[in-house]
């Protein structure tokens, strides 16, 4: 008798290991280190492991290959999606130094499950099998929970935390439940052998229900309607900087299982789910964009725009083509940008003990802060979707690719909702420039790091969406994997 | 160097940021280094390419440099790439050439200017448009720097914008210019529409395909010509070119005479391609040059601005390249595009030095006599004068000379008639201003002490003095081989599929050319008889048909019909708009909408109690709806 060895190459998981070395090397001197060294090493160390990570990330284009017998995915998808999930996360970590320190809660178990969080993500983009995808979903959404309740003493940090764990919990259930019932109908909880068995021999009620099933689990994480309550409590309760951590993070990671779940196992029945993702689509944007309109703390005001922005990646998903994936890509890429740099004006501003969340407490930036209003201004125009910025050309390539698939109605439904989204967004850039500051706004302290930061990230908005070549490019080569 | 031609338009746009970003914290003499040497460096590299160019096999000509996809969407596709054949270069070589001379010219003339910065940002800015306008190698990236210009012209008419006259002037030019805009774009989606690509080379070369005269590409054709017309201040659209002048005299060199202007020309000739297939179109666009040629001429005789008079020469002369174009005479057009932007640059420039000497006076009445006080600036405006009359050897007569040659062979005798007739006129209102501005007596103020002007101004009047006077010599037209010109720019234009070649004799391209000869000299005879010889006379003139002189001096009351036909109504009707269709109804249903869509979100709202059960309902319901939907098939 032989056992099978399975080969395997570590350096195909090489961005996964550094980072969990990373998270576990963070607790261990958080343990056993001076009180000195914590906080200024902290953030800069987990850093240095999210750039270590890009670089192996980099190393891995363009190998197209599983490993772990077939158990992940090594290609251009998940490589695309690395890139977003290390970029957010980086932005997320240079963004929360001061911010933690304002609260004296820098503590190295914060950044350590940033990490982890990060290889949850990348785990859900590359899994080759379904329980390596809730796996992801579990290593992501942990961390995600303690990370809400990070502020132990102010009750709406507490109640974020729990509603997440419970309704997390609560919703996990249900994917994993979906992940049986395939495995009940098909006998395989592997992607490919999943799409070669419905492609041979069609849906049935098994594997009907466990998709379904698995909308609902994707669902709650990307904060589709009718699964999306949680969001703007959590939003609203959690530190900003998770909470702009948790708004692109979580989303787009979820986004890459659900694209890669469906256009890989389910392109063959489209029939059977673009409807019901339409119907969720049209009620996510619209339920996401119309509240949106009546909130005054920016925070929650973001949470709603976040849910708006799943209904457009929907849109794309529903197109179900090479060119609405490619859009999918590109807009999160953009959001990822985009929505962290707003967030990050947004920590700027609140300053200490988030103090000043009101969308009235923005008048007058635009004189006292010329340079914050105006980064904060091009990625409002971004989130609206105005040319020339890569908000826009995102929209662009979404609904674009739903006309092409014949979703006419879906896209003008869409387009409406973009119009709406530009009362509460551009409403901010009103105040900020139009009306005077009721009171002195006092000092915003920035550090040269967060300021280049958001300079970068508006300016790369603008770049990206001036030359979108080479990024489009990218994205399509990412999505090749999906034949139709 | 070819190949890194995109760094051409990328020296003045580095100029553009540099000045405009820290205009305000670098000290005035780095803003005039940056400001004119950054066009400097983009001539001395388009020289580079243009010397490349000529050493290059003929196979590898033309050269598209491709610089990165810039937008790509289903089957649409537009490229930033650059091409450079030799039309670009032509045009590439006139716009940073005469561009870097008046950006020196410029340092002195605006040297106490509080907005020194500022004004050499937009002139760099503009640069760097005009540039990407002549090198693009597609519809759209052309109509970019289109709009890129427009956009500087606005900025640098209105450039001293606490005056009324100036903002309205820009104003003016910026509206105009959207109508014929709109005319190019038009023409672009059409083209798009019909061939599927907005790439020149692919364009033309399907354009062959069609029959000729056939619909589309007439309209195609018209629709460019309408965004010709109104960057080109042709009828009907001229309107804006002469208020242009409110911006500062360099800028009307530059952008109002010597490039921005010609870029209808440039779009004319590049399209030749498209052009040549359709003759109604041809022959409108020789009709408008034409009319507008005369036009602006009889103008230019009654004006005593000397840039208004400069002002309609300009629109006058630009009939004349239309003119060209429409006979089938692209090469000429262009040539006279050239020579044009050397005298005219250097006329314009010249006005502006004996404005500077004169302390801002501009009315030709209360001038004279100033040739003995700024002797180089008389030389020189002297040289432009006789370039613009056509006056052999200078530049201006080879050019257009050939425009009055190819006006009759390929034309019509009707149009060399016509065009000869403002050549006369063109003669004798330019010596008008010469005789006006630097002869007779002096009627100047007694405080105003006209001065030469410092070298940094005159230099560049000197340098285009010689190239107005030499100018003309690469495109004689009589000798075979030796209209080095017509062969450089073969290649770039399409040829009017024509059955009758004929040659014309020696003699009578000779005889043609002492008759346009004559033709100035006449406008010349009468400008000197009526300003030199008897100074009563132009008074013994008007009062004898004052209706005619009423007629021409005030514009042919164009304005005022545009006004009483066009902008009022469309005020009027906005306003009724306004009042009653916007603040009624369309105010009505938006805040309609928007109480609707505020109930609404307050009801959604409610539905956000912040129970978690209630939120654990609605996943459940979600998650019955599903499973519903999917069981019950």
Not at chain 1, 66 to 93: A, C, E, K, P
Not at chain 2, 560 to 567: L, N, Q, S
Request: aromatic share 14%; glycine share 10%; hydrophobic share 55%.
């Amino acid at each position: 008798m032989s056992i099978d060895i399975p080969t395997i190459c570590l350096t195909n998981i090489g961005p996964l290991i550094t980072l969990s070395v990373a998270g576990l090397l963070l607790l261990l001197f958080d343990a056993f280190s001076g009180k000195a060294m914590k906080k200024a090493h902290f953030h800069q160390f987990s850093l240095v492991a999210v750039v270590i990570a890009l670089l192996q990330t980099v190393w891995l284009w363009n190998r197209q290959t599983t490993d772990f017998s077939r158990m992940i995915y090594v290609d251009n998808f998940s490589f695309f999606f690395n890139v977003i999930f290390l970029l957010g996360t980086g932005i997320s970590i240079i963004l929360s130094v001061h911010y933690l320190e304002n609260y004296r809660k820098n503590y190295g178990e914060y950044y350590a499950l940033m990490l982890f969080a990060a290889v949850g993500m990348i785990l859900m983009a590359a899994g080759g099998n379904l329980v390596i995808i809730f796996l992801g979903v579990e290593i992501l959404s942990i961390p995600i929970y303690i990370l809400s309740g990070l502020f132990r003493e102010d009750l709406k940090s507490n109640e974020a935390a729990l509603k997440y764990l419970l309704l997390g919990a609560f919703s996990s259930a249900f994917l994993l439940f979906g992940i049986a019932m395939l495995y009940g109908g098909t006998g395989t909880f592997y992607l490919a052998d999943l799409a070669a068995f419905i492609k041979k021999s069609g849906m049935n009620g098994f594997t009907y229900v466990g998709m379904g099933l698995l909308i609902v689990g994707f669902g709650f994480k990307v904060s589709m309607a009718p699964f999306h309550m949680w969001t703007p409590d959590v939003y609203e309760g959690a530190p900003t900087s998770i909470t702009a951590f948790m708004s692109v993070g979580t989303k787009a990671a979820a986004f890459a299982a659900f694209l890669r779940v469906f256009l890989e196992v389910f392109p063959t029945v489209r029939m059977e789910w673009d409807l019901l993702l339409w119907v969720a689509a049209v009620a996510t944007m619209t339920v996401g964009n119309v509240t949106a309109l009546a909130q005054t703390n920016i925070k929650r005001m973001l949470a709603y725009s976040s849910i708006a922005h799943a209904g457009y990646i929907l849109v794309g998903l529903i197109a179900g083509n090479q060119l609405g994936a490619t859009g999918i890509l590109y807009y999160l890429l953009a959001y990822t940008i985009m929505n962290l740099g707003a967030f990050g004006v947004v920590i700027a501003v609140a300053r200490k003990k988030d103090n000043y969340l009101n969308i009235y407490d923005y008048a007058g930036l635009g004189f006292q802060y010329p340079g914050l209003a105006a980064v904060m201004s091009v990625f409002l125009f971004s989130l609206v979707g105005m040319p020339p910025t890569a908000g826009f050309l995102g929209k662009f390539y979404l609904f674009s690719a739903a006309v092409e698939a014949g979703y006419i109605w879906l896209v003008i439904i869409a387009v409406i909702n973009s119009l709406i989204s530009v009362y509460y967004y551009l409403r901010i850039t009103v105040i900020m420039y139009m009306q005077p500051a009721e009171a002195d706004l006092g000092p915003v302290a920035m550090t040269p790091v967060v300021n280049a930061t958001l300079i970068i990230s508006a300016l790369a908005v603008l770049l990206i969406g001036i030359f979108p070549g080479s990024i489009f490019q990218l994205a399509m080569n990412s999505v090749k994997i999906f034949g139709s | 160097m070819i190949q890194y031609v995109w760094l051409v338009p990328v020296f003045p746009l580095i100029g553009f940021l540099i000045n405009g970003l820290l205009g305000k914290k670098i000290s005035k003499n780095t803003v005039s280094l940056v400001g004119p040497g950054s066009v400097g460096l983009s001539f001395a590299w388009v020289l580079g390419c243009f010397w490349e160019y000529l050493h290059l096999p003929a196979k590898a000509k033309p050269v598209e440099v491709f610089v990165f996809n810039w937008i790509t969407s289903g089957t649409f596709n537009a490229q930033a790439a650059f091409l450079v054949d030799p039309l670009s270069l032509v045009m590439l070589l006139v716009v940073s050439g005469v561009g870097f001379l008046i950006h020196i010219y410029s340092v002195g003339y605006m040297h106490d200017d509080p907005g020194y910065a500022r004004y050499f940002s937009y002139l760099n800015l503009f640069v760097v448009n005009m540039l990407i306008l002549v090198m693009a190698n597609n519809f759209l990236l052309m109509f970019v720097g289109w709009e890129g210009v427009g956009l500087c012209s606005y900025l640098l008419i209105g450039y001293w914008y606490e005056k009324q006259s100036a903002s309205d002037a820009g104003k003016k030019a910026f509206v105009v210019n959207r109508i014929g805009d709109f005319g190019f774009l038009l023409g672009i989606f059409l083209i798009f529409y019909t061939f599927g690509t907005v790439n020149f080379r692919e364009v033309f070369a399907q354009a062959h395909n069609f029959p000729v005269g056939s619909a589309i590409l007439t309209i195609i054709t018209l629709c460019l010509f309408v965004g010709a017309t109104g960057k080109s201040a042709q009828i009907p659209l001229y309107t804006w070119l002469p208020d242009a002048m409110e911006g500062p005299t360099p800028v009307s060199a530059l952008i109002h005479a010597a490039t921005m202007v010609t870029a209808g020309v440039y779009m004319v000739a590049r399209c030749s391609a498209l052009y040549v297939m359709a003759p109604i179109s041809m022959t409108v666009v020789a009709v408008i040059g034409l009319a507008t040629a005369f036009m602006a001429a009889s103008i230019g005789l009654a004006q005593n601005d000397i840039k208004r008079v400069l002002a309609y020469s300009t629109v006058s002369q630009l009939g004349y390249m239309f003119l060209a174009c429409g006979v089938g005479a692209f090469v000429a057009a262009i040539f006279h595009l050239m020579t044009h932007a050397f005298f005219k640059a250097l006329l314009f420039l010249g006005s502006g030095s004996v404005i500077h000497g004169m302390h801002g006076e501009q009315d030709m009445r209360k001038m004279g006599a100033l040739k003995n006080k700024m002797p180089i600036t008389y030389a020189v405006m002297l040289v432009g004068t006789l370039a613009i009359a056509g006056i052999f050897p200078f530049a201006g007569f080879f050019s257009k000379d050939e425009i009055l040659f190819k006006a009759l062979t390929d034309g019509h005798v009707g149009y060399w008639a016509i065009a000869s007739l403002g050549a006369m006129m063109t003669a004798f209102y330019m010596f008008r201003l010469i005789f006006m501005t630097f002869y007779g007596e002096k009627r100047w103020d007694h405080h105003v002490h006209p001065h030469e002007s410092p070298p940094v101004m005159t230099i560049p009047l000197i340098i285009l003095a010689i190239l107005s006077t030499v100018g003309g010599f690469v495109g004689i037209p009589l000798i075979q081989g030796w209209n080095v010109f017509h062969e450089f720019l073969a290649p770039s234009i399409a040829h009017v599929a024509a059955g009758h070649e004929v040659h014309h004799s020696m003699t009578f391209e000779v005889m043609m050319m002492l008759v346009s000869m004559g033709v100035a000299g006449i406008g010349i005879f009468i400008a000197y008889k009526m300003y030199i010889k008897q100074p009563e006379l132009p008074a013994q003139v008007t009062a004898k048909v004052p209706g005619l002189y009423d007629l021409i001096y005030n514009k042919y009351y164009v304005d005022e019909i545009y006004d009483a036909t066009v902008v009022e109504p469309i005020k009027n009707g906005s306003v009724f708009l306004w009042q009653e269709a916007d603040s009624k109804v369309i105010d009505g249903a938006v805040n309609g909408t928007a109480s609707v869509v505020d109930r609404l979100s307050l009801v959604i709202r409610k539905l956000e109690t912040g129970y978690v059960q209630n939120y654990a309902l609605g996943i459940l319901i979600g998650v019955a709806v599903i499973t519903g939907y999917y069981l019950g098939r």
